[in-house]
């Protein structure tokens, strides 16, 4: 069973942002939440990321985010954003959204927000029709000509370093020091951070155990393997959960803006060290690395110490996001400590 959602735990004042959200329109949801927190008299506010520094002039009433899980932000703060991206995976009903964005919005009597088709790329003339006061894009893959292209639209706050490489933590801290809501934001990451460290308590077990994400596996092509870095936002969530990174992983992981890498499967003996094995996939897959004369020599893979993600909101909630990581938490925790039962 799930637990609550933390953000129930922030300040009065937060609370009060989120029944002004859920009471108004997505427009001025943002403005009410600022006039709760006294943020209109914020004149300007500051924010430093990969392409410079973006300065709003003042209290932002319009959000909009582009590119994947932004909009959780804002609204994990009780603010309904003008326009979004809609979900483009793990999104099993079709209507763009994920299961914890609807419960969020359901939760603050907000109306779904416009949703950005960024099948093909960002949308700009989308995003301008919003008429934003602000754009959030901490974690995302933004491009320079992205960031100028929006910049025309509205100021943008981008992400601090490299391409999805923002974890989670930053992620709230910079999207909600862009709404001047910084405050809040520190409030959500210390709920957060509560609500993990009550769940990885209840296993034990998981606690430095060696722990390696595969990126999806093509069984007709087993002649490599690809994983994610510990850059990768994916693989950084192992360290929240008391697990450690492999020494070979991180041998292999050199550069800071690539959140995946490949190996040859001869060089497989180098994943010795590996515990548990998270990856995307069926019980075919796990057929298939146990048929193959190199793979099925990882010690995971020879124990069954596997975490397998279905391709539901389940397996995306595995990439940790405001809403995602308490609606995930309690069945993704299991999940790694009946691996690591196995690798014992």
């Known amino acids: 069973m799930r637990r609550a959602p933390r953000w129930v735990a922030l300040p009065t004042a937060a609370l009060l942002a989120g029944g002004l959200a859920a009471c108004s329109s997505a427009s001025s949801a943002s403005s009410a939440a600022g006039e709760a927190e006294g943020a209109t008299d914020v004149t300007a506010i500051t924010v430093e990321h990969a392409f410079g520094t973006t300065t709003i002039e003042s209290q932002p009433e319009r959000v909009a985010t582009v590119q994947w899980a932004n909009h959780e932000v804002p609204l994990a703060l009780g603010v309904?954003?003008?326009?979004m991206a809609a979900a483009n995976f793990g999104d099993d009903?079709?209507?763009?959204?994920?299961?914890?964005?609807?419960?969020?919005?359901?939760?603050?009597?907000?109306?779904?927000?416009v949703l950005f088709d960024e099948t093909d790329g960002i949308d700009f003339e989308a995003v301008a029709d919003t008429d934003p006061d602000v754009i959030l894009a901490g974690y995302s893959g933004l491009t320079q000509e992205d960031y100028d292209t929006l910049s025309e639209i509205a100021p943008v706050v981008a992400y601090p370093e490299a391409p999805w490489a923002t974890p989670w933590r930053e992620m709230i801290e910079i999207n909600a020091a862009g709404m001047g809501m910084a405050e809040e934001g520190e409030a959500l990451v210390a709920s957060l951070e509560q609500d993990?460290?009550?769940?990885v308590g209840e296993y034990p077990q998981l606690e430095g155990r060696s722990t390696m994400f595969l990126t999806h596996v093509d069984t007709a092509d087993l002649?490599?393997?690809?994983?994610?870095?510990?850059?990768?936002?994916?693989?950084?969530?192992f360290e929240d959960?008391?697990?450690?990174?492999?020494?070979?992983?991180?041998?292999?992981?050199t550069d800071p803006e690539q959140f995946s890498g490949t190996v040859s499967a001869e060089q497989v003996d180098a994943f010795d060290d590996v515990d548990i094995i998270v990856t995307y996939g069926d019980q075919a897959l796990v057929d298939a690395l146990n048929a193959d004369p190199l793979?099925?020599?990882?010690?995971?893979?020879?124990?069954?110490?596997?975490?397998?993600?279905?391709?539901t909101p389940l397996g995306t909630a595995a990439n940790p996001t405001p809403l995602a990581i308490s609606w995930v938490?309690?069945?993704?925790?299991?999940?790694?400590?009946?691996?690591?039962?196995?690798g014992q």
């Open 80 to 83: 309904v954003p003008v326009g």
């Open 93 to 113: 009903d079709g209507d763009g959204l994920l299961p914890w964005v609807s419960e969020r919005l359901e939760e603050l009597g907000a109306e779904t927000p």
């Open 196 to 199: 993990i460290t009550a769940a």
């Open 223 to 237: 002649s490599e393997v690809s994983f994610y870095t510990p850059f990768d936002t994916r693989s950084a969530f």
């Open 241 to 253: 959960l008391g697990l450690s990174t492999p020494a070979s992983v991180t041998a292999a992981s």
């Open 295 to 311: 793979l099925s020599q990882i010690p995971a893979v020879r124990s069954g110490a596997l975490v397998l993600l279905p391709d």
């Open 329 to 342: 938490l309690e069945d993704y925790v299991s999940m790694l400590a009946e691996a690591a039962d196995k």
